[in-house]
């Protein structure tokens, strides 16, 4: 093992990290609104909306992203839509987690009994303030463990950037391999992966362990 | 014309559920300050009469005014009725990750907008009134079910309504704790609050009732004074459905000592 190898290009491995960090937050958070969106369409059974809601998370959740990334990168182009490699990657990663989040948003939702839902409606709250005070905080408790997984699930999804020609982690570890140091870039490669995603796993467990504390149901 | 003795005037309701009807025409004038009790078989449309009342099932037909505004309207702004109509549920349904506080406080706060300090004071004259201010910080699953049940109460009435409905509040609860609830009803009942109650509980429809409607297969079979209807039915229907309450000239089985009568004191 080459200790000096590791403290040179350790600071290449900081910037890929934060890059795919970076494209995995806006990713998230994109997803994050693209499911709940999709979720209450579904959940109120808006007409037509809802078809379109059920036809987009299924093309979400059964094409790969890494085929979803080329359609955007080399596809659109074709169309007269040019958009560059980040752009590319966070819509990707946005188009797949939509899908997987609407599904484990609608789970949640549709674990809030219809009596909460009547009790909320006969204090006089309205659609919006039902969904905010009532609806939402209890289906969150019990989504929990699918978002989660599927934030997790996300985060090592953007494993697939480099193909877009984004310096990240993936990126940054394959061009170390040509250079023949295979062990110690790997090595890194698993720790900075790592360093990424366990704190947020480790969140997620504490915060769902916090909501089960506090106590939904009966 | 709008007679304000009448706070609550039903016309000809009719509601179907897949084609099959539950009530039928059903025709009714609350009056303020009224005690309505409604007793009935189960399934003959009780909780479907109180759920069309504020707009929990649409309707199919006939007419509901409130304070002479029509509900049975496409334009009814059900949010702003419901301000006024307060309810209670068979279970409960308190919110599980709200406290007690926060339940009772969320409607007079977010919907009716109201200061919180003013939304306080009067959560903390009812909770003293049911005797759970110090339960404030409870959270749902940490009260009993008389618990609960009286706080789903104070909720309805910390909006200030003009009618309360009351839904088997006590068919849920042990039996040890179904006098606590019924207890806060009937103070209300005493300071004149208008009530619509549905009940099994025939000795507290007795104590509690100005008037008592029976219903049978989505239609009011008799519409009496509480001592009328408990002594005297004036239909058959209603004699048998009481039957049931009666344990009067039931024989005590074979090991009996000859015929015994168990009364039950309605
Ligand atoms: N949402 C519903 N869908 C279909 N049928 C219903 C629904 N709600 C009530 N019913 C039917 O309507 C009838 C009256 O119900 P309900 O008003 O709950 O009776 P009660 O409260 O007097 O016991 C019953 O036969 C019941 O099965
Ligand atoms: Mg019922």
Redo the contacts with the bound molecule.
């Keep these: 093992m080459d200790f000096e190898f590791i403290t040179a290009r350790a600071p290449l491995f900081g910037q890929a990290a934060r890059l795919t960090v970076t494209l995995a937050f806006w990713g998230i958070i994109f997803s994050s609104a693209v499911g709940l969106v999709c979720a209450v369409i579904r959940f109120y059974r808006v007409p037509l909306l809802r078809q379109a809601a059920a036809g987009y998370i299924e093309l979400a959740r059964n094409t790969p992203l890494i085929v979803q990334l080329f359609f955007l990168y080399f596809g659109l182009p074709r169309l007269g839509v040019v958009w560059d490699g980040e752009t590319c990657a966070i819509a990707g990663l946005t188009f797949l987690g939509g899908g997987y989040l609407a599904e484990a948003f609608r789970g949640g939702l549709s674990a809030v009994g219809r009596g909460q839902i009547e009790a909320g409606l006969s204090i006089g709250l309205n659609r919006f303030q039902l969904l905010r005070y009532v609806i939402i905080p209890q289906a969150l408790a019990v989504a929990l463990p699918a978002i989660s997984a599927a934030v997790i699930f996300l985060m090592k999804e953007t494993s697939v950037f480099s193909i877009v020609a984004l310096p990240d982690l993936m990126y940054v570890a394959k061009d170390l391999l040509k250079e023949g140091y295979s062990g110690e870039s790997n090595l890194m490669l698993v720790a900075s992966y790592l360093v990424v995603i366990l704190p947020v796993s480790l969140a997620f467990g504490y915060w769902e362990r916090r909501l089960r504390f506090a106590g939904f149901g009966s | 014309m709008v007679n304000s003795q009448e706070i609550l005037k039903i016309k000809d309701l009719e ?1 179907s ?2 084609g ?1 009807p ?2 039928n025409r059903l025709t009714l004038t609350v009056k303020r300050g009224e005690v309505l009790v ?1 007793i ?12 069309c009342l504020n707009g929990l ?1 649409p309707v199919n037909g006939g007419q509901i005014v409130f304070e002479g505004q029509i509900l049975t309207s496409f334009q009814t702004s059900w949010s702003r009725v419901r301000q006024r109509i307060g309810m209670v549920f068979q279970n409960y349904e308190l919110f599980p990750h709200f406290n007690v506080l926060e339940n009772i406080l969320l409607g007079p706060v977010r919907v009716q907008g109201r200061k919180k300090s003013e939304a306080l004071e009067k959560a903390e004259f009812w909770l003293n009134r049911v005797g759970l201010w110090d339960r404030r910080e409870s959270f749902p699953r940490q009260l009993s079910g008389g618990q609960k049940q009286r706080v789903a109460i104070v909720r309805a009435l910390a909006m200030d309504p003009e009618i309360m409905l009351f ?2 509040v006590t068919a849920s609860l042990d039996p040890e704790m179904v006098r606590e609830v019924l207890d806060v009803i009937l103070n209300l009942a005493k300071e004149g609050l208008t009530m619509i109650i ?1 009940t099994h509980e025939m000795a507290f429809a007795r104590a509690v009732a100005d008037r008592i409607i029976f ?1 049978d297969q ?1 239609v009011i079979v008799e519409d009496s004074p509480p001592e009328t209807f408990f002594e005297n039915p004036a239909t058959d229907r209603a004699r048998r459905f009481l039957n049931i309450f009666q344990f009067d000239g039931v024989q005590r089985g074979s090991r009996g000592t000859g015929p015994k009568t168990v009364p039950v004191r309605l």
């Excluded at chain 2, 009935?40 to 759920?51: A, H, M, N």
């Design positions: 509601k559920f897949d099959v539950v009530l409604v009935g078989p189960s399934g003959c449309g009780k909780s479907t009469l109180l759920r099932e839904d088997e549905v219903i989505g």
